[in-house]
């Protein structure tokens, strides 16, 4: 509670070694990246409960977001150079986009453009996700 300055509840996520990247879907549950298992996580916001694990193939499962109104979340690998998207309705692997220099931090612009940083390169990247089209590197 960020106006009481409180801890409203604390769990550590089962099978998830090195918890990093949040989201939070349209239902108000929890995506969890696993950096160190190649997984992300999806739990019950209030208690906590694993209601799916996504094994996934690549290293280094990072950042996470919700977009289409957290009907889908976005995954980026770190070390491997794609993106995963996710359907938050029904848990499924919608599909995989090839990212040339990387893949971490994530943003999507008002127009559906979503952005794709790759620190260790110094790239930008930015992609139309319906096509899976590259604007730019």
Not at 6 to 25: T, W
Not at 109 to 115: C, E, H, I, V
């Amino acid at each position: 509670d960020l106006k009481a300055k409180k801890v409203m509840s604390q769990f550590a996520p089962q099978n998830c070694r090195r918890p990093h990247g949040l989201a939070i879907d349209a239902s108000q549950h929890l995506w969890v990246t696993c950096e160190d298992d190649a997984a992300i996580v999806v739990l019950d916001s209030g208690t906590g409960e694993l209601l799916h694990r996504f094994l996934l193939e690549g290293d280094g499962t990072h950042m996470l977001l919700a977009i289409d109104s957290g009907k889908r979340i976005v995954a980026s690998h770190l070390r491997s150079k794609w993106l995963t998207i996710f359907d938050a309705e029904d848990f499924s692997n919608q599909r995989k986009i090839d990212i040339p220099h990387g893949a971490e931090g994530l943003a999507m612009s008002k127009s559906g453009r979503l952005w794709v940083t790759d620190p260790a390169q110094g790239y930008l990247t930015s992609l139309d996700l319906k096509t899976g089209k590259i604007h730019s590197t």
